[in-house]
């Protein structure tokens, strides 16, 4: 039911997994094994219509009772395919023996498992086209927000909040490009007893005699003339919707089949057919033991819940009360501190992300499964497979409501880049500075001021130009004015201080607009005060023969917002790369 897991509790992946879904995709791929029968003239197209008809009855299965008599089997095909060869009975007798006829249990949970799949990750990635344009819609707005780079817990040197959000919008948008990926190969099953398909052969060989159930099962799972189970009533419940990922194909419609030369096979004949009417792809062989579908999977949901966890273990970082340069747009409640508002959705993120790689691990170590058929390996995929589908599906359900209501404080940013009285800077004055008085003097004054910056709260640029190397380069009759606070933190451009979030203003973050014209937007609103900042090097100050270093310009090498090198650029480079991935 979801309580002890609220990332995915109500969410459209927790239906697209349930019990109810993993019925309606055995039901779809028996149904779909018929037709596809049908369309090889292994079996007629009644039968097709027969068993289409029975399958998509779905009141008639019940999924407790087909849960509980799994046990006696090891899997819950078997107990479906003797209600659904009941209910095919009832209405034709002569289509019943073609009721999985030829198949083995694991080609139609393996099928339904990929059904299922195709099926929830159509809203997993669905939220993260959200959350992607929500970021990209970020990014350009905030693309020149100077905030700290912060490296190992400690500020660093500046960086700007656009960048920061373009790397979150680079992880979201991969892991979307890697599950459409992995959606669009997911295979079909089938391969019989043993991956040989030559329960088929057998079947093309031997003339048709209908009439009574002979046992449809290639290797024994429901046996000949096995009726336990049918007529049952297995009350009503709802098995879910068919989703977008099936193909619709008339009943006995010849599928596209087959590679030249092996067109001849009804083996490979029936396998293309299948896969066809499954609307999943054609395996090149039966991977009854080959789980690289499975690994495949596991490795993209995996990523996708790691690369939502890097987000969220920002906005963690940022939203700490002492920090505060982000919130969540609706924040959670506590039981017991009525003041509390928690940034809930970044901790259900950051929570599925850390328990998605111990699950992937279950699945790919069943990547090492034995013989022609594996005795544990595949059924120990099952529920981990269903588990990192929700996780992931419903961490992405979060993402995409995190991004589309992240409140953004740029005046929090300005005030913690100012923290340090200017430190932020110290790389960018010893680089300056090492042209003129070389790298090792430069780097000893630099140091011995920050060290004094640190222990007196003295601004680096006033003790940068007590220091004697520096002070040389200065006007003799220079004084050191109060420092101006706002050049120290940064605040050189002419940005708003109220708090934003996607979506209030409209001229800056263009929410219907194409994330070209927020860049355009975001690029025209830089200011000259920080171009011109960002001008002064190595050439403004270099001394050569009794050139003097101005306050004027020793105060704008120091300003962090200064000093943000290419991440403007970076910006731009990220969002075109994100609209071109979703455009193409």
């Given at each position: 039911m979801?309580?002890?897991?609220p990332v995915?509790a109500g969410?459209?992946?927790?239906?697209?997994?349930?019990d109810?879904?993993?019925?309606?995709g055995?039901?779809?791929?028996?149904a779909?094994?018929?037709?596809a029968?049908?369309?090889?003239?292994?079996?007629?197209a009644?039968?097709?219509?027969a068993?289409t008809?029975?399958a998509?009855?779905?009141?008639?299965?019940?999924?407790?009772?087909l849960a509980?008599r799994?046990?006696s089997?090891g899997?819950?095909?078997?107990?479906?395919v003797?209600?659904?060869t009941?209910?095919?009975a009832?209405?034709?007798?002569?289509s019943?023996?073609y009721?999985?006829?030829?198949?083995t249990?694991?080609?139609?949970w393996?099928?339904?498992?990929?059904?299922?799949?195709?099926?929830?990750?159509?809203?997993?990635l669905a939220?993260?086209?959200?959350?992607?344009?929500?970021l990209?819609e970020?990014a350009?707005?905030?693309?020149?927000?100077?905030?700290?780079?912060?490296?190992?817990?400690?500020h660093?040197?500046?960086?700007?909040?656009?960048?920061?959000?373009?790397?979150?919008l680079?992880?979201?948008?991969g892991?979307?490009?890697?599950?459409?990926?992995?959606?669009?190969a997911?295979?079909?099953?089938?391969?019989?007893a043993?991956?040989t398909?030559a329960a088929?052969?057998?079947?093309?060989?031997r003339p048709?005699t209908?009439g009574a159930?002979?046992g449809p099962?290639a290797?024994?799972?429901v046996?000949d003339?096995?009726?336990r189970?049918?007529?049952r009533?297995h009350g009503?419940?709802?098995v879910g919707?068919?989703?977008d990922i099936g193909k619709?194909?008339?009943?006995?419609?010849?599928a596209?089949?087959?590679e030249d030369?092996?067109?001849?096979?009804?083996?490979v004949?029936?396998?293309?057919a299948?896969a066809?009417?499954?609307g999943l792809?054609?395996?090149p062989?039966p991977w009854?033991?080959?789980?690289?579908?499975?690994?495949?999977?596991?490795g993209?949901?995996?990523?996708?819940a790691?690369?939502?966890?890097?987000?969220?273990?920002d906005v963690?970082v940022?939203s700490?009360?002492?920090?505060?340069?982000v919130a969540?747009g609706v924040?959670?409640g506590?039981?017991?501190?009525p003041?509390?508002?928690?940034?809930?959705?970044?901790?259900l993120?950051?929570a599925?992300?850390r328990q998605?790689?111990?699950?992937a691990g279950?699945?790919?170590g069943?990547l090492a499964a034995e013989d022609?058929?594996?005795?544990?390996?595949?059924?120990?995929?099952?529920?981990?497979?269903r588990?990192v589908?929700?996780?992931?599906?419903?961490?992405?359900?979060?993402?995409?409501?995190?991004?589309?209501?992240?409140r953004?404080?740029?005046?929090?940013?300005r005030?913690?880049?100012?923290?340090?009285?200017?430190?932020?800077a110290?790389e960018r004055l010893?680089?300056?500075l090492?042209?003129?008085?070389g790298?090792d003097r430069?780097?000893?004054?630099?140091?011995?001021?920050?060290?004094?910056?640190s222990?007196e709260?003295v601004?680096?640029?006033?003790a940068v130009a007590?220091?004697?190397?520096?002070?040389?380069?200065?006007?003799?009759?220079?004084t050191?004015?109060?420092?101006?606070s706002?050049?120290?933190t940064?605040?050189?451009?002419a940005?708003?201080t109220?708090?934003?979030?996607?979506g209030?203003?409209?001229?800056a973050?263009?929410?219907?607009?194409?994330?070209?014209?927020?860049?355009?937007?975001?690029?025209a609103?830089a200011?000259s005060?920080?171009?011109?900042?960002?001008?002064v090097?190595?050439g403004?100050?270099?001394?050569?023969?009794?050139?003097?270093?101005s306050?004027e310009e020793?105060?704008?090498?120091?300003?962090p917002?200064?000093?943000?090198?290419?991440?403007?650029?970076l910006?731009?480079?990220?969002?075109?790369?994100?609209?071109?991935?979703r455009?193409?």
């Amino acid at each position: 039911m979801g309580l002890l897991a609220p990332v995915w509790a109500g969410s459209a992946v927790e239906a697209a997994t349930g019990d109810a879904a993993f019925v309606r995709g055995m039901l779809d791929a028996e149904a779909a094994l018929t037709r596809a029968q049908a369309a090889t003239g292994l079996a007629p197209a009644s039968a097709a219509a027969a068993v289409t008809a029975a399958a998509a009855e779905t009141g008639r299965y019940d999924v407790r009772d087909l849960a509980l008599r799994a046990r006696s089997g090891g899997n819950p095909v078997i107990p479906l395919v003797a209600d659904l060869t009941a209910a095919v009975a009832a209405r034709d007798p002569d289509s019943a023996p073609y009721v999985h006829r030829g198949a083995t249990s694991q080609d139609i949970w393996d099928t339904a498992l990929m059904l299922v799949a195709g099926r929830a990750l159509a809203p997993v990635l669905a939220d993260l086209d959200r959350a992607a344009r929500a970021l990209a819609e970020t990014a350009a707005a905030h693309r020149d927000t100077p905030m700290a780079g912060r490296t190992l817990t400690q500020h660093a040197v500046p960086t700007t909040f656009g960048l920061k959000v373009a790397g979150w919008l680079t992880l979201v948008a991969g892991a979307r490009d890697r599950l459409a990926a992995v959606r669009a190969a997911l295979p079909a099953q089938l391969g019989g007893a043993a991956g040989t398909l030559a329960a088929f052969h057998a079947y093309g060989e031997r003339p048709s005699t209908g009439g009574a159930v002979d046992g449809p099962s290639a290797d024994g799972d429901v046996g000949d003339g096995d009726t336990r189970g049918v007529g049952r009533n297995h009350g009503n419940r709802d098995v879910g919707e068919e989703a977008d990922i099936g193909k619709d194909t008339d009943v006995g419609e010849e599928a596209d089949v087959g590679e030249d030369g092996d067109a001849g096979d009804v083996g490979v004949r029936l396998l293309g057919a299948f896969a066809a009417e499954t609307g999943l792809a054609e395996p090149p062989l039966p991977w009854h033991t080959l789980r690289a579908p499975i690994a495949d999977l596991a490795g993209g949901l995996a990523f996708t819940a790691g690369a939502l966890g890097k987000v969220a273990a920002d906005v963690l970082v940022l939203s700490r009360t002492e920090i505060g340069e982000v919130a969540e747009g609706v924040g959670g409640g506590s039981s017991a501190m009525p003041h509390k508002s928690n940034p809930v959705r970044a901790v259900l993120i950051a929570a599925a992300a850390r328990q998605v790689p111990a699950l992937a691990g279950v699945l790919f170590g069943s990547l090492a499964a034995e013989d022609e058929r594996p005795a544990g390996a595949w059924h120990a995929e099952w529920q981990p497979l269903r588990e990192v589908l929700r996780l992931t599906g419903g961490a992405a359900e979060a993402a995409a409501e995190l991004a589309e209501g992240l409140r953004v404080r740029p005046e929090r940013m300005r005030e913690n880049l100012g923290l340090t009285n200017g430190l932020v800077a110290a790389e960018r004055l010893t680089i300056v500075l090492a042209g003129v008085i070389g790298r090792d003097r430069a780097k000893q004054a630099v140091t011995r001021a920050s060290r004094r910056v640190s222990e007196e709260g003295v601004p680096l640029a006033e003790a940068v130009a007590a220091e004697p190397d520096v002070a040389a380069l200065l006007p003799r009759d220079h004084t050191t004015p109060a420092q101006d606070s706002s050049a120290q933190t940064g605040d050189t451009t002419a940005r708003a201080t109220a708090d934003t979030a996607p979506g209030e203003d409209d001229a800056a973050r263009a929410g219907t607009a194409p994330v070209q014209d927020s860049t355009a937007q975001a690029r025209a609103d830089a200011t000259s005060a920080q171009d011109s900042s960002a001008r002064v090097g190595v050439g403004a100050v270099r001394a050569g023969e009794g050139a003097a270093l101005s306050w004027e310009e020793l105060l704008r090498v120091a300003d962090p917002a200064g000093y943000l090198g290419s991440a403007g650029a970076l910006v731009d480079r990220a969002l075109a790369t994100a609209s071109t991935e979703r455009t193409s």
